[in-house]
T-cell receptor, first 115, second 111 residues
Framework: NAGVTQTPKFQVLKTGQSMTLQCAQD?????MYWYRQDPGMGLRLIYY???????DKGEVPNGYNVSRLNKREFSLRLESAAPSQTSVYFC??????????????FGPGTRLTVT | RKEVEQDPGPFNVPEGATVAFNCTYS??????FFWYRQDCRKEPKLLMS???SGNEDGRFTAQLNRASQYISLLIRDSKLSDSATYLC????????????FGTGTKLQVIP
C-alpha cells in the first residue's frame, strides 16, 4: 500500500496563478483532510471531507476550494494564489469508524511558494 | 488562549537522558488525545494514543490528566533517533471529529 500520496512535492507560483494539489489514498478511508503548516502556527485544517460526496470548511478555508472526486481522491485548488498561501500543505485520511483509534495518516506534503 | 498549547522548546538533552513534555488543552469536553512525531521536513506520524489510565510503549509513556486538562509524554533513555518535533493532538469530537494540533515541541538529543 502506498498510503497517502500527494503531488506535486514542490511548486512555485506567481501571485494570481492557480493550481490544484492532488491527494489520493489507498486505505479505503472515508474521511480526508487538507491542512497547511506554517512556522509557529501548527497544522491548521483548510477543508475536510467526511465521506465521498461531502466537503466542509475547516479553520482557514478562504482562498481555497476542494473536490472529493471519489473515495480515493481529494484535491485542493488555489484559484488565485497569494503570498500568504506560501506554506507546506498536507493531505491526510482517517477511518473514524475504527473503534481502536482515530489516527490520521498523512501524505508527504507539498511545499508551495507564492512570489 | 490557544486550544492546545505546547512549549516549543527546543529541548536539548544528552543521549540516555529522560525528558518530559507537557501539553495543555482548553476544551474540557475533548474526547481523545494523541502524540504525533514529525521529523524535519516530513509528515506527522502517530506516536501513541493517550488513554485515561496512561499507557506505555517501550521507552515512551503517555499520561492524561483530565482534571487539569493536560497530557504528558515521557521519553526514557533518549536516543539520537528520538530527535524530532512532538505534536500534541486533541480530538474534540463533534460532527466531524474536530482534531486540533499543537504547534509542537522540538527535541534534540545530543551525543
Amino acid at each position: 500500500n502506498a498510503g497517502v500520496t500527494q503531488t506535486p512535492k514542490f511548486q512555485v507560483l506567481k501571485t494570481g496563478q492557480s493550481m490544484t494539489l492532488q491527494c489520493a489514498q489507498d486505505m479505503n478511508h472515508n474521511s480526508m483532510y487538507w491542512y497547511r503548516q506554517d512556522p509557529g502556527m501548527g497544522l491548521r485544517l483548510i477543508y475536510y471531507s467526511a465521506s465521498e460526496g461531502t466537503t466542509d470548511k475547516g479553520e482557514v478555508p478562504n482562498g481555497y476550494n476542494v473536490s472529493r472526486l471519489n473515495k480515493r481522491e481529494f484535491s485542493l485548488r488555489l484559484e488565485s494564489a497569494a503570498p500568504s498561501q506560501t506554506s507546506v500543505y498536507f493531505c491526510a485520511s482517517s477511518d473514524p469508524d475504527r473503534p481502536s483509534s482515530y489516527e490520521q495518516y498523512f501524505g508527504p506534503g507539498t511545499r508551495l511558494t507564492v512570489t | 488562549r490557544k486550544e492546545v498549547e505546547q512549549d516549543p522548546g527546543p529541548f536539548n538533552v544528552p543521549e540516555g537522558a529522560t525528558v518530559a513534555f507537557n501539553c495543555t488543552y482548553s476544551n474540557s469536553a475533548s474526547q481523545s488525545f494523541f502524540w504525533y512525531r514529525q521529523d524535519c521536513r516530513k509528515e506527522p506520524k502517530l506516536l501513541m494514543s493517550v488513554y485515561s489510565s496512561g499507557n506505555e510503549d517501550g521507552r515512551f509513556t503517555a499520561q492524561l490528566n483530565r482534571a487539569s486538562q493536560y497530557i504528558s509524554l515521557l521519553i526514557r533513555d533518549s536516543k539520537l533517533s528520538d530527535s524530532a518535533t512532538y505534536l500534541c493532538v486533541v480530538n474534540e469530537g463533534g460532527g466531524y471529529q474536530k482534531v486540533t494540533f499543537g504547534t509542537g515541541t522540538k527535541l534534540q538529543v545530543i551525543p
